[in-house]
């Protein structure tokens, strides 16, 4: 594997891309936004003699691998079917599908993938780690695939990630590590919040709580990271309420399609959705227990300043 | 503090009292079966020319303090009212509840103590770190009361505990802390359980999966100790089933006793209680995965097989 067509130049796709083509791969840039595309070609000390995007497009057969890292599983149908990627593609060539979406998605674009053409491989390979670890190169990889493919794509892999999981042999299981993994974060946040909002209801000190917490059995990676900044004012954003929207909409979806009982993420969810909702969806995701402290009754003099303001409007 | 009364020589008492004792104090035991005050006389190299249960209560007015490790909360009202320990007590006594019970309930406790007298101390603590940190003095001790109350306990707290954490300095408020603690102990187990059950679903490589988690985001204290043995089938038993529904149903207790809102821990509480209900409760907690294995249709083969017995039963 030398040439990629990398798909998604967003918060995590660009540093991606960036990491593979400084690990010595030829990176051919795809993005929505054909200006981005222009830049990284810029960047990359690349001179075209042709408009950027037409450069890449009119390249496509000649890569081994397309990696995509888009948004949802609706972007990733629109890029190999509907602007015709896969078709464009040469045979033996690899699909590196990267993006977070639900294992059923993958499986069906794999299988409506085969009924277009068989002469294809694909690899489902979502990561973890965020844009801190897009950065830095750090992903965790969780790929499922063809063993065959999967070797193709180590050498990419080991450019941007640490911790490479095999999460199995067929498309889709990749994609269900990554819920898995993900209805984790999601409850531990939302329990967290659950914690320390009964903590404050029973006007608990909550730094000697939090200090506590983060030492014993009832400790997680997520108290200590967001349990810091539950029992402060919203402020900082590293990661928004709207990404865990989606990412255990994912899990939900993913428990759906597998048919699996999953009370806790169910509600975790609706929490995150209750958030954005009430229009607080990009606030750091700690300001979930926002919702509790809503329920419980502690942001009630905001509630009333708010109301005081809205009746104010009414009456002008 | 130099001679205390222990009251419930139980799992965590009797190695709490005997740490006490190898730390100085003058312990005399009491408990509702009256071989187990003999054997801790008898360890101790303590003769005695009359009945042991006898000699600790003859003795009651000397202590400087009454340290409580029972069930549950009736059983802390039996000993101070129905037993009348509160009216043995010399002034200026301090009662040292260890038991884990609704921070609402030692508040009461607390309140009915006051009409009876008012020269005694009470002060609330309980402790986590379970029969392990007992026996190895390393308990984790949550206290409230009163600051004199506190401070004349301190010498004692260090012999029975690593971490002391002051909780505040209302009684109930130590019981609050520990009901934070627990809920997220129990759903951090149950949500581990729902996420593996997932994954199980999916035909994952358990193994892997739990290896990833262990070293994510998606971490916890919990998934590192039980994940292990929840994809095995059942064997040894650290912490059963019901010893969560007892904590996670003095969660729910004081949750509902401050009206929070805590959706998780009610659902995580239903989860165990549904193991219990099917005769599982001495099972390890990890086991409470079975459930959700049950509902996921994974228990399958078991159910018919149970099924036919009984249907061969029927046919007898």
Same mark, same amino acid.
């Given at each position: 594997?030398?040439?990629?067509?990398?798909?998604?130049?967003?918060?995590?796709? $660009?540093?991606?891309?960036?990491?593979?083509?400084?690990?010595?791969?030829?990176?051919?840039?795809?993005?929505?936004?054909?200006?981005?595309?222009?830049?990284?070609?810029?960047?990359?000390?690349?001179?075209?003699?042709?408009?950027?995007?037409?450069?890449?497009?009119?390249?496509?057969?000649?890569?081994?691998?397309?990696?995509?890292?888009?948004?949802?599983?609706?972007?990733? #149908?629109?890029?190999?079917?509907?602007?015709?990627?896969?078709?464009?593609?040469?045979?033996?060539?690899?699909?590196?599908?990267?993006?977070?979406?639900?294992?059923?998605?993958?499986?069906?674009?794999?299988?409506?993938?085969?009924?277009? #053409?068989?002469?294809?491989?694909?690899?489902?390979?979502?990561?973890?780690?965020?844009?801190?670890?897009?950065?830095?190169?750090?992903?965790?990889?969780?790929?499922?695939?063809?063993?065959?493919?999967?070797?193709?794509?180590?050498?990419?892999?080991?450019?941007?990630?640490?911790?490479?999981?095999?999460?199995?042999?067929?498309?889709?299981?990749?994609?269900?590590?990554?819920?898995?993994?993900?209805?984790?974060?999601?409850?531990?946040?939302?329990?967290?919040?659950?914690?320390?909002?009964?903590?404050?209801?029973?006007?608990?000190?909550?730094?000697?709580?939090?200090?506590?917490?983060?030492?014993?059995?009832?400790?997680? $990676?997520?108290?200590?990271?967001?349990?810091?900044?539950?029992?402060?004012?919203?402020?900082?954003?590293?990661?928004?309420?709207?990404?865990?929207?989606?990412?255990?909409?994912?899990?939900?979806?993913?428990?759906?399609?597998? #048919?699996?009982?999953?009370?806790?993420?169910?509600?975790?969810?609706?929490?995150?959705?209750?958030?954005?909702?009430?229009?607080?969806?990009?606030?750091?995701?700690?300001?979930?227990?926002?919702?509790?402290?809503?329920?419980?009754?502690?942001?009630?003099?905001?509630?009333?300043?708010?109301?005081?303001?809205?009746?104010?409007?009414?009456?002008?």
């Amino acid at each position: 594997m030398e040439t990629i067509v990398f798909a998604g130049l967003g918060a995590m796709g $660009w540093p991606m891309a960036s990491n593979l083509r400084e690990g010595g791969f030829e990176v051919l840039p795809y993005d929505v936004d054909a200006g981005r595309v222009e830049v990284f070609y810029r960047d990359g000390d690349v001179s075209l003699n042709e408009d950027a995007l037409t450069h890449t497009v009119r390249r496509l057969g000649e890569a081994d691998a397309l990696l995509i890292m888009v948004v949802n599983a609706d972007q990733v #149908r629109q890029l190999l079917f509907d602007q015709g990627m896969a078709e464009a593609l040469k045979p033996g060539a690899c699909i590196i599908q990267m993006s977070t979406i639900a294992p059923g998605d993958a499986a069906a674009i794999h299988a409506d993938l085969k009924t277009l #053409r068989t002469d294809l491989h694909y690899v489902d390979a979502p990561v973890s780690g965020g844009v801190v670890g897009a950065r830095a190169g750090s992903l965790t990889i969780m790929s499922a695939g063809e063993p065959e493919a999967l070797a193709a794509c180590q050498r990419a892999f080991e450019v941007l990630g640490r911790d490479l999981f095999h999460a199995g042999d067929r498309v889709g299981q990749g994609s269900a590590f990554k819920a898995v993994n993900q209805l984790l974060c999601g409850v531990h946040i939302a329990v967290a919040a659950e914690a320390l909002a009964l903590a404050e209801k029973n006007s608990l000190d909550l730094d000697v709580m939090v200090r506590m917490l983060g030492g014993s059995a009832a400790s997680s $990676w997520m108290i200590n990271d967001r349990g810091p900044r539950m029992i402060l004012p919203p402020g900082e954003v590293t990661s928004a309420v709207d990404i865990f929207c989606k990412d255990l909409g994912i899990v939900c979806e993913a428990a759906r399609q597998s #048919r699996a009982y999953t009370p806790l993420a169910q509600s975790a969810y609706q929490l995150f959705v209750a958030s954005s909702e009430r229009g607080e969806g990009r606030l750091d995701d700690s300001q979930v227990i926002r919702t509790y402290q809503l329920l419980n009754g502690q942001l009630l003099n905001e509630q009333d300043s708010d109301a005081t303001a809205q009746a104010g409007e009414g009456d002008a």
